[in-house]
């Protein structure tokens, strides 16, 4: 009987000491129907679903926590193709497509596997406030994703906060920063995405080097796993399950006028004007709180959502007078509203803002504009209020809208959301909730303007959001960066960071928001980096006259020379580029690709690219190497593999090394993949004119194949893709040792403002001398040493000897087929 009772104590030892070390719990049932499992454990159930593309969810439902799901970001259906493979007493294997899972079963183990890559998910348990699952990191794995930060992209060893965070004036090593995502993806050729939009936490190997820990406080423990043959696969999968981003409308890829802020209707028509006699292409004028707010220092009647008609006493008429210059206008609104602002009382009433844990009305304190309601963007009839107020201003012809605070800015936990709309009957506190907030905001105005407005393409700024939230054509920025050369240096790990977490079109006020002090070579490097980047929008605290701080001006019109022609080329290159940056918005749409880049998006063999993190890839053609330090002559940079054209002045290079460049203040250095082809035009002023230029299709030899597909709409319609209004003009090129040849061929859509015919340029950079032939449709062609004369109207063939460059000039180009072979000598 001793020995019954000691084996008996040490088997409860053993057992106990397993459970505490192995939280999955021991293996109790299993069971497989319609291509779900479900796995029951002495800790709760686990459940496994397909989804296409081998996409695995997974879910734990333990009886220690409530497990409501209240996220919408998955848009996919679970398929029903999941298999048991094997079943023994030991372990149990299931799968689907290349997906398998390996479930060991005394204690609970799960491994999921895919072409060669392993996740090992080691346990799940609860610890202060905080529901946690844990995974295996091997030694020299690295972790990218988790959104917006400005620490290395390589996350491994940071413990990081998924809660949407404020931080005026940050710099670099801001880990929690606006808008967080749970989701990473990592070297080992796999990702995670944590489906639960609570506040939580991503320890990635900070507390123990081998274990990568979500938390998290409240909400569904769910995750999706991903596997692909490189990053970029990986991202692209996660953004096809959550959905992917409208194209913006044409006119968003141009330049915008912001600053905080335009105090009056006439500085606002002023400084448009000046920027536009001055030279300086712009399509769009952003108007911060001083359009409804009293311009007090701390008092701004935040939640008015009207014009102040002192500072504004005829904005129909500026609107008006905006739009005949050919510019669009942005109105900030922000969720708070303030115990000032005339619209307190009805939105306390009628219970429309957050309430207390009891259902009573209340306000948030610690707001740093005064006392607050907080709008509950989870409420119909919140929504419903909100939108009556845009839609007051759209009808006045206000074009877009920047929404802003939107993490919430201020969000305590005494705080509670009504989701009885959403189908749940209990409260939730704004810890449950804090990281979906933006989302909803995003969500109902993107489907006001399907249901009241459905031609019109949605432009939302809004700097927070969650997984999938650009969906609804929410496009974030960085926050309130401090203007210094360190802040500058956080953009591109943000930048990147959110790229690599599945949100396409991250940017930053360019030129620096918070503080800092005037500095002409900070501001234009920093609008240098931001013409390759998703959103050009130059934007800063001007900061207060009254107040004797000396005024910064965001716009590049007001800083001397030689700077402002330095700045007016870069706004002008921003131009040049539009027709390849709006088709990098159409491949957004189409598969989820973010615009910028990590140089190892493609590739995860080369060690080096995951060196150089302080350049980028602008699409899949354009190498972009920011010049980061004040006063620099040079800058050190890393070519991949292959041959590279340097972007001023074709000048070919060897990759595969590190280079250092001599720099100047007039540009950056910006490459070419080799094989590239990039659409381009010549400067214009305003997008309105897009279809009245020159198109430029630049062909950058390389001798494997190359084709290219460039999209072109109106530019505004929001059904032209799914209508089929656009056009498609396929480009295929490739150079061979005798010479080039080149193929272009059009399907001639029907969409408005189409041109019967433009004039076409194709233009060959990289050539050592004058060709010995060229046919082009089956026509030869001299080469001159001299362009086309204004107004002629023959096909013409020019060769610039001093840039090495061939240019065939066609001025009647209609979309017929056409042929080209270029001989060398």
Known sequence: ????????????????????????GIFRAYSLENGKAEIRTTKGILTFQMYEGDVL?????????????????????PIASLQLLRQDDASIVFGSGKTKVILSKNPVQVSFSSGGST?????????????????????????????????????????????????????????????????????????????NPSRGYLDIGKKDS????????????????????????????????????????????????????YRSQQEVMDIARKMQSEDFPLDAVIIDLFWFGDGEHTRWNMGNLDWNRTRFPTPEKMLDSLHSMKLKTILITEPFVLSESFNYQETQQKKLNALSSK????????????????????????????????????KRGVDAWWGDLGEPEKHPDYLYHDLTDLGFQRPFNANEVHNIYGHWWSEMLFEKYAKYYPKTRLFHLNRSGYAGTWRYGSIPWSGDVERSWDG?????????????????????????????????????????????????RPHGSVNAPELNVPQIESEPVFYEEPYRSILRNTVKLRYQLLPYTYNLARDASLNGTPLVRPIFYHNNADTNLFKAEDQYMFGDALLVAPVLEKAATQRKLYLPEGDWYAFDDGKKQSGGNWLTLQVNMKHIPVFVKAGSIVPMMPSFNNTAEYFQQPLHIYYYPAKQPSRYQLYEDDGISNDAFASGAFEITT???????????????????????????????????????????????????????????????????????????????????????????????
Not at 365 to 394: P, T
Request: hydrophobic share 40%; with cysteine; aromatic share 14%.
């Open 731 to 825: 480009i295929e090129a490739a150079a061979q040792r005798k010479g080039i040849r080149m193929n272009l061929f059009s399907n001639k859509g029907n969409y408005a403002h189409r041109p019967s015919h433009r004039h076409l340029n194709i233009c060959i950079p990289g050539l050592q001398q004058v060709p010995k032939k060229i046919i082009l449709n089956n026509q030869p062609l001299i080469v001159s040493k001299d362009k086309m004369k204004q107004g002629a109207d023959f096909n013409h063939a020019y060769w610039d000897a001093q840039k090495s460059i061939l240019v065939l000039q066609l001025p009647k180009y209609t979309g017929d087929a056409v042929t080209l072979w270029v001989q060398r000598r």
């Open 57 to 77: 969810q997974t879910s734990f439902e333990a009886g220690y926590a409530r497990n409501e799901q209240i996220s919408n970001a998955v848009l996919s259906k």
């Open 1 to 24: 009987m001793f020995r019954i009772l000691i084996f008996s104590f040490v088997h409860l030892f053993i057992y106990a000491h397993t459970e505490a070390q192995q939280n999955l």
């Open 119 to 195: 996740i090992q998910w080691m346990s799940a348990d609860s610890a202060e406030a905080h529901r946690y699952l844990q995974f295996s990191l091997t030694a020299d794995e690295k972790i990218f994703g988790s959104g917006s930060r400005s620490i290395p992209l390589n996350r491994r060893g940071y413990r990081v906060r998924l809660d949407n965070n404020p931080w005026y004036g940050y710099n670099m090593n801001a880990a929690d920063l606006n808008y967080s995502i749970p989701f990473f993806v990592s070297s080992n050729a796999y990702g995670i995405f944590f489906d």
């Open 359 to 394: 259902g009573d009305t209340t306000h948030i304190k610690e707001f740093y504009f005064g006392h607050a309601g907080l709008l509950d963007m989870a409420k119909k009839d919140a929504r419903d209020w909100f939108w009556q107020k845009y839609d007051v201003q759209i």
């Open 210 to 261: 081998t274990l990568l820990e979500a938390g998290f406080s409240s909400g569904k423990l769910q995750f999706y796993t991903f596997f692909g043959s490189n990053t970029g696969s990986i991202v692209q999968q996660f953004v096809k399950i959550v959905g992917t981003p409208p194209i913006p409308p044409r006119w968003a890829f141009g330049n915008f006028m912001s600053r905080f802020g």
């Open 488 to 536: 500058f240096r956080a953009q591109l790990p943000i930048i990147l960071g959110m790229s690599l977490s599945g949100a396409p079109y991250m940017h930053s006020d360019a030129g620096g928001f918070a503080m800092g002090k005037r500095d002409p070579e900070l501001y234009t490097r920093w609008l240098q980096m931001s013409v390759f980047s998703p959103i050009f």
